[in-house]
């Protein structure tokens, strides 16, 4: 995975001849969907069941690769806001090379559901660099469940991303990849094994306390987590508090959900010292993007537009103690 090159024209053919012909953006949901729904999985491509990793790898098309990360809720509350991610997510290859942010990054989609109803509670893609990433997203399935307990298995992906992923920017050059959790709900009160078991499939015994998962993914990750308007409880104070205490600045709640891959870059560009924030709205708006780039500097107002702030964010996690923190 991870070799070629991301072409804006290709992606703006597809998305074109899609259209034209009358085919879904996401092509597996509306296959899956039309089947019952005791037979419904992720596509195999997406399925973490007993993956042992998930790699981002140097090529020599990518010398220099930086994973990215991005899974984001499909359950019922998120209402159309993956749909409208999805029609941007696939350009943010291209914006962050054109601007220079990063010479070499490698994007990884996936979709978080709820572990205790859902029956595709996880979905977790490859590392691509060129347009097999729009497919990827493509066959994310949006289930379209949750539990109705305003909360989600969000710490079910960060142990995913925590334990089965391995990038040469960590073990080559001990330098953190980027996670975005995009999510309108709270994180369950634990882990608990039996969802690690059935997903994944790792042999757990206990369960695990959220926090230490995202404790332990900090070490290698700068973590992120987007609350994007037009998703339920994107006004709930409580959901801000409840990823404040988790991530500290690195919580960011978008105005408009259409700016995810804008807001996305900015965070990359300041958090790798390319640019300041100030810097990053200006060459939002000279790629088109006046309207995204307003939505963006309101979602990192929070953060500050120093790196250096960015770099502190994660100090509520810590960076010592166990990895794991059982529940009984």
């Given at each position: 995975?991870?070799?070629?090159?991301?072409?804006?024209?290709?992606?703006?053919?597809?998305?074109?001849?899609?259209?034209?012909?009358?085919?879904?953006?996401?092509?597996?949901?509306?296959?899956?969907?039309?089947?019952?729904?005791?037979?419904?999985?992720?596509?195999?491509?997406?399925?973490?069941?007993?993956?042992?990793?998930?790699?981002?790898?140097?090529?020599?098309?990518?010398?220099?690769?930086?994973?990215?990360?991005?899974?984001?809720?499909?359950?019922?509350?998120?209402?159309?806001?993956?749909?409208?991610?999805?029609?941007?997510?696939?350009?943010?290859?291209?914006?962050?090379?054109?601007?220079?942010?990063?010479?070499?990054?490698?994007?990884?989609?996936?979709?978080?559901?709820?572990?205790?109803?859902?029956?595709?509670?996880?979905?977790?893609?490859?590392?691509?660099?060129?347009?097999?990433?729009?497919?990827?997203?493509?066959?994310?399935?949006?289930?379209?469940?949750?539990?109705?307990?305003?909360?989600?298995?969000?710490?079910?992906?960060?142990?995913?991303?925590?334990?089965?992923?391995?990038?040469?920017?960590?073990?080559?050059?001990?330098?953190?990849?980027?996670?975005?959790?995009?999510?309108?709900?709270?994180?369950?009160?634990?882990?608990?094994?039996?969802?690690?078991?059935?997903?994944?499939?790792?042999?757990?015994?206990?369960?695990?306390?959220?926090?230490?998962?995202?404790?332990?993914?900090?070490?290698?990750?700068?973590?992120?987590?987007?609350?994007?308007?037009?998703?339920?409880?994107?006004?709930?104070?409580?959901?801000?508090?409840?990823?404040?205490?988790?991530?500290?600045?690195?919580?960011?709640?978008?105005?408009?959900?259409?700016?995810?891959?804008?807001?996305?870059?900015?965070?990359?560009?300041?958090?790798?010292?390319?640019?300041?924030?100030?810097?990053?709205?200006?060459?939002?708006?000279?790629?088109?993007?006046?309207?995204?780039?307003?939505?963006?500097?309101?979602?990192?107002?929070?953060?500050?537009?120093?790196?250096?702030?960015?770099a502190k964010s994660a100090a509520p996690l810590g960076i010592d103690g166990p990895d794991d923190v059982?529940?009984?």
């Amino acid at each position: 995975m991870g070799h070629g090159k991301w072409d804006d024209n290709a992606y703006l053919a597809a998305k074109t001849f899609r259209a034209a012909k009358g085919i879904a953006d996401f092509g597996y949901t509306a296959a899956t969907k039309g089947k019952p729904s005791r037979s419904w999985k992720a596509a195999p491509a997406l399925d973490p069941l007993g993956v042992a990793a998930r790699e981002c790898r140097d090529s020599p098309d990518h010398a220099d690769s930086t994973p990215i990360a991005v899974l984001f809720d499909v359950t019922g509350s998120m209402g159309a806001v993956p749909r409208i991610m999805q029609g941007k997510l696939g350009k943010l290859h291209g914006l962050l090379q054109r601007k220079g942010y990063l010479a070499d990054p490698q994007l990884m989609f996936g979709g978080i559901g709820d572990a205790d109803s859902d029956r595709v509670p996880l979905q977790v893609g490859q590392f691509e660099s060129d347009n097999r990433m729009d497919e990827q997203l493509r066959d994310i399935f949006l289930e379209g469940g949750g539990g109705g307990q305003k909360s989600e298995s969000y710490e079910l992906a960060a142990y995913f991303v925590a334990r089965h992923v391995v990038t040469d920017a960590w073990q080559k050059r001990g330098r953190k990849g980027y996670l975005f959790l995009i999510g309108d709900e709270l994180n369950k009160p634990r882990l608990e094994a039996r969802h690690i078991r059935r997903v994944i499939g790792d042999d757990v015994a206990q369960d695990i306390d959220p926090v230490s998962v995202y404790r332990e993914l900090a070490r290698k990750w700068n973590v992120y987590f987007i609350l994007p308007n037009q998703s339920s409880y994107y006004n709930d104070d409580a959901i801000g508090e409840h990823w404040r205490q988790v991530l500290g600045q690195n919580f960011l709640k978008l105005d408009d959900p259409g700016a995810v891959c804008e807001l996305i870059a900015a965070t990359i560009g300041v958090e790798e010292r390319v640019v300041d924030l100030d810097q990053a709205l200006v060459d939002l708006a000279d790629v088109g993007s006046v309207a995204e780039s307003r939505a963006v500097g309101k979602a990192l107002v929070s953060v500050g537009a120093s790196a250096r702030s960015l770099a502190k964010s994660a100090a509520p996690l810590g960076i010592d103690g166990p990895d794991d923190v059982v529940l009984s």
